[in-house]
T-cell receptor
Framework: DTEVTQTPKHLVMGMTNKKSLKCEQH?????MYWYKQKAKKPPELMFV???????INESVPSRFSPECPNSSLLNLHLHALQPEDSALYLC?????????????FGPGTRLTVL | GQQVMQIPQYQHVQEGEDFTTYCNSS?????IQWYKQRPGGHPVFLIQ?????EVKKQKRLTFQFGEAKKNSSLHITATQTTDVGTYFC?????????????FGKGTLLTVNP
């Protein structure tokens, strides 16, 4: 299984809602990533988990809260988002974080904040 | 931090024409990776180049890594409509004890049938 799955595919939420994005991989990868992608822009790294520990936080606002319950799962908890947070949220995984590892991306969650 | 620049931003070609996108890094890279993102899709890994001056081919796609390991190119021969998408180059950057990928801004290729 060389797939990264993400749920939901689409999410519409109000600024006072709390929601969660989920990501799963069964490739035995030990690194998992959250990216944010705006239209016509490259993916923008948010968080990196290595061996289930948060290793990189790219100064992301606290309204985004990542969680890695186990080596196969990655969640992104959302609270009190702003309309400018509307974007495609991509999860990715790689065997490790050596710099030589390709990343496998999931199909993404398209988030709209009203 | 490391910067990865990519040109052109957009390229529109007639089907059958060739296409090239160029990538330049502000620092020497241990390797460079290329990804393709179809419209409405997600980035998909294409290839990794590691050695100075390396050239790799995948059917009509030719990837090159510069001698100084600071630049790279992707050339598509005789484009087809299936080549439509955004092509990103990405280089690893060390942050703490982990590497992250720094992506170029991408080149959007459109092909007129």
């Amino acid at each position: 299984d060389t797939e990264v799955t993400q749920t939901p595919k689409h999410l519409v939420m109000g600024m006072t809602n709390k929601k969660s994005l989920k990501c799963e991989q069964h490739m035995g990868h030990r690194a998992m990533y959250w990216y944010k992608q705006k239209a016509k822009k490259p993916p923008e790294l948010m968080f990196v988990y290595s061996y289930e520990k948060l290793s990189i936080n790219e100064s992301v606002p606290s309204r985004f809260s990542p969680e890695c319950p186990n080596s196969s799962l990655l969640n992104l908890h959302l609270h009190a988002l702003q309309p400018e947070d509307s974007a495609l949220y991509l999860c990715a995984s790689s065997p490790g974080t050596s710099g030589y590892n390709e990343q496998f991306f999931g199909p993404g969650t398209r988030l709209t904040v009203l | 931090g490391q910067q990865v620049m990519q040109i052109p931003q957009y390229q529109h070609v007639q089907e059958g024409e060739d296409f090239t996108t160029y990538c330049n890094s502000s620092t020497t890279l241990s390797n460079i990776q290329w990804y393709k993102q179809r419209p409405g899709g997600h980035p998909v890994f294409l290839i990794q180049l590691v050695k100075s001056g390396e050239v790799k081919k995948q059917k009509r796609l030719t990837f090159q890594f510069g001698e100084a390991k600071k630049n790279s190119s992707l050339h598509i021969t005789a484009t087809q409509t299936t080549d439509v998408g955004t092509y990103f180059c990405a280089g690893p950057e060390l942050e703490g004890s982990n590497y992250k990928l720094t992506f170029g801004k991408g080149t959007l290729l459109t092909v007129n049938p």
